[in-house]
């Protein structure tokens, strides 16, 4: 699967919330991770996904993304998980 990212973004991504795109790609690893349509965000032209999961270098992220193609992924944002985030994970993990 190749990533990718606008740098501009991938700069302020850093700046705002800690997490470096670079570090995230092994969230899509994680079994037990929750991925979801961002229907709030998406719009007739671009779908947008989110995925909570765990990170070896940042522990549990969110991270929001589209599909280019289907060995293609661009990253969007992404921060490290909230509480209500961190809790829908865990009632993930403990139902499998």
């Known amino acids: 699967m190749k990533f990718t990212w606008?740098?501009?973004k991938s700069v302020k991504v850093k700046e705002q919330h800690k997490v470096d795109f670079t570090d995230l790609t092994d969230v899509f690893n994680d079994s037990f991770a929750i991925e979801?349509?961002?229907?709030?965000h998406s719009?007739?032209?671009e779908?947008?996904?989110a995925i909570i999961g765990l990170t070896a270098k940042y522990g549990l992220i969110y991270l929001v993304f589209t599909e280019i193609s289907e060995t293609e992924l661009n990253f969007i944002t992404a921060r490290?998980?909230?509480?209500?985030?961190?809790k829908k994970y865990?009632?993930?993990?403990?139902s499998k």
């Open 80 to 86: 490290k998980a909230e509480n209500w985030m961190v």
């Open 90 to 94: 865990d009632q993930n993990r403990s």
């Open 43 to 45: 719009t007739e032209d």
């Open 36 to 40: 979801f349509t961002d229907e709030e």
């Open 47 to 49: 779908v947008r996904f």
């Open 6 to 8: 606008n740098k501009k």
